[in-house]
């Protein structure tokens, strides 16, 4: 079945130590999305890749950045994690540019710890 | 600023009922609203798109209705099983060059019981 696929499930770093999370998908969309999720919260937009373009979120901290060598790749790096970044990170997908209002594609997350 | 509020964190309700979860929103005007089902430690999972020209839209026992008027999206499940049982999110979307990016809100925390 075709899906997004997000690893590791489950991410434990330390304070100020680089951390990244992969994200893969075989439904060839043209858009990957990166949110962060914590408890009892709306997932909350980092930042998106359209095609190759990267659009950053105003309010995303410098701390975050992301990587997407190819359709089907995409990495989230958080340079130094502080506590607060402790969260569910969930990749998404969706196909834009064939009609609008196309569902988004998530993958089970990863839920990163922060020692 | 945008604010988009679902009626309750947590509703409870009797196996054979009708759920009904409100989406209210503000300072928005959005193309479309779309409700996803995201279960403990899961991605959420699409289940229902609804645009701003439609009253109401079907899909085996769950239904949603959009009233731009009134700014909210309700959405019903039917004879509700304890497999409903789960956080339903709503999110809105606009027309446009940015079409495909949604906002969510919170979600609901659906449990039936038994």
């Known amino acids: 079945d075709a899906m997004v696929i997000q690893n590791p499930r489950y991410q434990v770093t330390q304070f100020g130590k680089p951390v990244t999370l992969s994200c893969s998908q075989t439904l060839n969309h043209n858009v990957m999305y990166w949110y962060q999720q914590k408890s009892s919260q709306a997932p909350k937009l980092l930042f998106h890749?359209?095609?190759?373009?990267?659009?950053n979120e105003a309010d995303t901290p410098d701390n975050f950045q992301s990587r997407r060598p190819n359709t089907s790749f995409c990495f989230l790096d958080i340079r130094s994690p502080g506590l607060g970044d402790a969260a569910m990170y969930l990749c998404?997908?969706?196909?834009?540019?064939?009609?609008?209002?196309?569902?988004?594609?998530f993958g089970d997350g990863t839920r990163l710890s922060i020692l | 600023s945008q604010k988009i509020e679902q009626n309750s964190e947590a509703l409870n309700i009797q196996e054979g009922k009708t759920a009904t979860l409100t989406c209210n929103y503000t300072n928005y005007s959005p193309a479309y609203l779309q409700w996803y089902r995201q279960d403990p430690g899961r991605g959420p999972v699409f289940l229902l798109l609804?645009?701003?020209?439609?009253k109401e839209k079907r899909k085996e026992r769950l239904k949603v209705t959009f009233d731009t008027t009134l700014k909210q999206s309700l959405f019903h499940i039917t004879a509700s099983q304890p497999a409903d049982s789960a956080t339903y999110l709503c999110?809105?979307?606009?027309?446009?060059?940015?079409?495909?990016?949604?906002?969510f809100g919170k979600g609901t925390k659906l449990s039936v019981i038994p």
């Open positions: 609804i645009r701003e020209n439609e």
């Open positions: 998404a997908t969706s196909r834009a540019g064939t009609g609008p209002n196309q569902p988004q594609h």
């Open positions: 999110a809105l979307g606009d027309s446009g060059a940015g079409s495909y990016q949604l906002t």
């Open positions: 890749y359209y095609d190759k373009d990267f659009n």
